[in-house]
C-alpha cells in the first residue's frame, strides 16, 4: 500500500539526504511493514506542495496510545524527543 503524507521542508530534506530515519505521526491512517511512505513536501507559508515527492518503505512500527512513557506532568513540563540511530 501506498500512503502520501505532506513533509515540511526540512524534515523532507533531513530524510533525503538520509539523517532522518524514521517518521513520527499522529495514529489516524492504518499503515503496515512493507508499505510505502510517499512523502510530499509542503510549503507552509505558501499553503502548497513542492512537487518533490520521497518514497520510503516502512520497516518498523510502534503504536501506542500512551504520551510517551513518562508521567503527563514531565512530558507537559520538558516534552520528548525523539532520536535516530546508526
Known amino acids: ?3 502520501k503524507k505532506k513533509s ?5 530534506q533531513a530524510t533525503l539526504n538520509g539523517s532522518k530515519k524514521f517518521d513520527c505521526r499522529l495514529f489516524d491512517f492504518d499503515c503496515a511493514v512493507g508499505d510505502t511512505l510517499l512523502l510530499e ?3 507552509s507559508s505558501t499553503k502548497e506542495y513542492t512537487g518533490r515527492t520521497l518514497e520510503k518503505k516502512i520497516t518498523y512500527i ?3 496510545k500512551e504520551v510517551a512513557f513518562w508521567k503527563e506532568e514531565d512530558v507537559n513540563d520538558k516534552g520528548f ?3 535516530s540511530l546508526e
Do not use: A
Not at 515540511?8 to 523532507?12: A, K, M, V
Open 41 to 43: 513536501e509542503w510549503d
Open 8 to 12: 515540511w521542508p526540512e524534515e523532507f
Open 1 to 3: 500500500m501506498i500512503i
Open 62 to 64: 510502534l503504536k501506542t
Open 81 to 83: 524527543q525523539i532520536m
